[in-house]
């Protein structure tokens, strides 16, 4: 069985969501890998991760549209610490999640035709974010 795990930092130009598999893969070694897995954490509260369409970047400015028309800033909510953006990304990173299980398949992430990691960032003066990539199989 193989092991391996690596942290990296990420920023995203902005707020929006991003595709970031290329970082990801090249990052860390999983070539050796026949089957297995890849885990994917992001260790932030303000910023999510998903997979999703890899080609169209209409796909990328819908996904913030919807997701800014669902959370609003700047509703009344309680917890707003750190600006009108503070308590909507908090949920946004509950909505969308902050860990990834993708397949390794002969070396490979087991990824459809059309898919691709996102890194979604919903603050609007984003930070580093760091992700922690662990890979395992035989």
Same mark, same amino acid.
């Given at each position: 069985?193989?092991?391996?795990? +690596?942290? &990296?930092?990420? !920023?995203?130009? +902005? ?7 290329? !970082? ?7 070539? %050796?890998? !026949? ?6 954490? /992001? ?5 999510? /991760?998903?997979?999703?369409?890899? &080609?169209?970047?209409?796909?990328? &400015? %819908? ?6 028309? =669902? &959370?609003? %800033?700047?509703? %009344? ?14 949920? +946004? ?6 860990? =990834? ?14 898919? *691709? ?12 974010? !760091? ?5 395992? *199989?035989?």
């Amino acid at each position: 069985m193989i092991f391996r795990q +690596k942290e &990296v930092e990420i !920023k995203a130009p +902005k707020r929006g969501f991003f595709i970031v598999t290329d !970082k990801i893969v090249s990052a860390i070694e999983f070539g %050796d890998i !026949k089957i297995g897995m890849m885990n994917i954490f /992001l260790k932030h509260t303000s910023a999510s /991760l998903t997979i999703n369409e890899n &080609v169209s970047p209409d796909v990328r &400015v %819908d996904m913030e549209e919807i997701s800014d028309s =669902l &959370v609003p %800033d700047g509703y %009344d909510y309680n917890h707003s610490l750190e600006g009108p953006d503070d308590m909507p990304a908090h949920f +946004k990173s509950s909505m969308f999640g902050v860990s =990834l299980n993708i397949p390794i398949t002969n070396g490979r992430l087991n990824l459809g035709t059309w898919q *691709g990691i996102y890194l979604n960032e919903h603050r609007n003066h984003p930070g580093l974010r !760091k992700i922690v990539i662990t890979v395992w *199989g035989v």
